[in-house]
């Protein structure tokens, strides 16, 4: 501990200048182009805006750029994160008429929460879950009946979808604790499935025709209507981009709070090994409940929103194969990263509809993605940094 003390106050300080205004300019360059693609209207140039970023990225870390945006992140991070938020808002400003891309954007945001609460199972505590896109279907029908059948306002249904969620998906805590690795995703897998069957042959559901979802509306406001002051015009898609950012906003922060508590760190040793946490009297059970609920209750509320987006949900919106894309994004992202889900996530969405050409290939490309990063870059494209246990140390 003696050198511990001596070290941390040489480490604290230790910051580079630099590093913030490169860290402001590097989002700054990602907003631009983020506008930019989502401008492109031919496959080519969509292309040739892909392979543009890869050379930029390429290039930025042979010149050591990458570093000084993560040191911004590191030493700076409540600028760097409003510095994004104001970036999302700039975009969002930039395409408030464009019905199609403040949708892409909302789906985007809305994956994103659900691959966090998938994050918090999977990254943090190592629990493999192939019904994401069940837990999701949940918090879509419980939006469709309650809007339909009762006078609970609907920012209220989107916590009681998070809440169904995580109560239906109690059915299963005795089999994730009862089992581990790939026999506990097996568990996961049947109740995907046998959860699609039951919304086919559950008339009162709708069965396979499904079943319709009342709009948002907030203090008489009904999102489904285009935002009309004076000349002032916006697509009414930016209500739902405005109500599933502040969701992701906290989504991000719950995560992260997670990630740099106890809880986290009780999370990460029952993934490293169950066998040293229970030896070193971590409660197994206590901690692989608290992620399987968290988790579900994310992807419950994000569902219960999506629902009242799409407006019309039907059991062919959740299957086995959507659970798979969410969990993808986690792969592709890097299991634990928040950074790397949210870019996954901005990639699984958008590029397939900028892409027509791969549209009908999406869940090959899906696929060819995962394989790809699992074989050559293992850690996902943002990996997760290394746990700093100690506040304002770093290790030289």
Request: with cysteine; glycine share 10%; aromatic share 10%.
């Given at each position: 501990?003696?050198?511990?003390?001596?070290?941390?106050?040489?480490?604290?300080?230790?910051?580079?200048?630099?590093?913030?205004?490169?860290?402001?300019?590097?989002?700054?360059?990602?907003?631009?182009?983020?506008?930019?693609?989502?401008?492109?209207?031919?496959e080519?140039?969509?292309?040739?805006?892909?392979?543009?970023?890869?050379?930029?990225v390429?290039?930025?870390?042979?010149?050591?750029?990458?570093?000084?945006?993560?040191?911004?992140?590191?030493?700076?991070?409540?600028?760097?994160?409003?510095?994004?938020?104001?970036?999302?808002?700039?975009?969002?400003?930039?395409?408030?008429?464009?019905?199609?891309?403040?949708?892409?954007?909302?789906?985007?945001m809305?994956?994103?929460?659900?691959?966090?609460?998938?994050?918090?199972?999977?990254?943090?505590?190592?629990?493999?879950?192939?019904?994401?896109s069940?837990?999701?279907?949940?918090?879509?029908?419980?939006?469709?009946?309650?809007?339909?059948?009762?006078?609970?306002?609907?920012?209220?249904?989107?916590?009681?979808g998070?809440?169904?969620?995580?109560?239906?998906?109690?059915?299963?805590?005795?089999?994730?604790?009862?089992?581990?690795?790939?026999?506990?995703?097996?568990?996961?897998?049947?109740?995907?499935?046998?959860?699609?069957?039951?919304?086919?042959?559950?008339?009162?559901?709708?069965?396979?025709?499904?079943?319709?979802?009342?709009?948002?509306?907030?203090?008489g406001?009904?999102?489904?209507?285009?935002?009309?002051?004076?000349?002032?015009?916006?697509?009414f898609?930016?209500?739902?981009?405005?109500?599933?950012?502040?969701?992701?906003?906290?989504?991000?922060?719950?995560?992260?709070?997670?990630?740099?508590?106890?809880?986290?760190?009780?999370?990460?040793?029952?993934?490293?090994?169950?066998?040293?946490a229970?030896?070193?009297?971590i409660?197994l059970?206590?901690?692989?409940?608290?992620?399987?609920?968290?988790?579900?209750?994310?992807?419950?509320?994000?569902?219960?929103?999506?629902?009242?987006?799409?407006?019309?949900i039907?059991?062919?919106?959740?299957?086995?194969?959507?659970?798979?894309?969410?969990?993808?994004?986690v792969?592709?992202?890097?299991?634990?990263?928040?950074?790397?889900?949210?870019?996954?996530?901005?990639?699984?969405?958008?590029?397939?509809?900028?892409?027509q050409?791969?549209?009908?290939?999406?869940?090959?490309?899906?696929?060819?993605?995962?394989?790809?990063?699992?074989?050559?870059?293992p850690?996902?494209?943002?990996p997760?940094?290394?746990?700093?246990?100690?506040?304002?140390?770093?290790?030289?």
């Amino acid at each position: 501990m003696p050198a511990m003390e001596n070290t941390q106050p040489a480490t604290a300080g230790r910051q580079d200048p630099t590093a913030l205004p490169i860290g402001i300019l590097a989002i700054a360059g990602m907003t631009v182009f983020a506008a930019v693609f989502l401008m492109a209207e031919s496959e080519a140039a969509v292309g040739g805006l892909l392979a543009f970023a890869a050379v930029a990225v390429l290039g930025a870390g042979k010149l050591g750029l990458l570093e000084r945006v993560r040191a911004a992140f590191r030493d700076h991070e409540l600028t760097m994160h409003t510095a994004i938020v104001i970036g999302a808002l700039a975009i969002a400003w930039v395409f408030r008429e464009d019905h199609f891309a403040l949708l892409m954007l909302t789906m985007a945001m809305l994956y994103l929460t659900a691959c966090l609460g998938l994050n918090v199972q999977l990254g943090y505590t190592g629990i493999l879950n192939f019904a994401g896109s069940s837990f999701l279907g949940v918090g879509c029908y419980t939006a469709a009946v309650l809007t339909q059948h009762t006078a609970i306002p609907p920012l209220v249904i989107l916590p009681l979808g998070g809440l169904m969620a995580t109560i239906v998906g109690s059915v299963l805590i005795l089999p994730v604790l009862r089992t581990r690795g790939h026999y506990a995703a097996v568990v996961t897998i049947a109740f995907a499935v046998l959860f699609k069957t039951f919304l086919e042959v559950n008339d009162s559901l709708g069965g396979p025709q499904g079943l319709a979802v009342g709009e948002m509306t907030l203090f008489g406001w009904g999102f489904n209507s285009n935002i009309e002051i004076g000349d002032f015009y916006a697509s009414f898609y930016m209500n739902y981009f405005l109500l599933a950012l502040v969701i992701t906003i906290l989504a991000f922060a719950l995560t992260r709070r997670i990630e740099r508590s106890w809880v986290g760190l009780n999370m990460d040793a029952v993934r490293i090994d169950e066998l040293a946490a229970s030896c070193f009297g971590i409660n197994l059970a206590r901690w692989k409940i608290t992620a399987f609920m968290l988790g579900n209750f994310m992807i419950g509320t994000a569902g219960a929103l999506l629902g009242m987006i799409l407006g019309f949900i039907a059991p062919t919106n959740f299957t086995f194969a959507d659970s798979l894309i969410l969990l993808s994004i986690v792969l592709l992202g890097g299991m634990g990263s928040v950074w790397g889900i949210a870019l996954a996530s901005a990639i699984i969405v958008m590029l397939p509809e900028k892409l027509q050409l791969i549209q009908e290939y999406r869940f090959l490309l899906f696929a060819a993605l995962v394989i790809l990063v699992l074989r050559f870059r293992p850690n996902g494209l943002l990996p997760r940094a290394d746990r700093i246990y100690f506040p304002g140390w770093r290790p030289r």
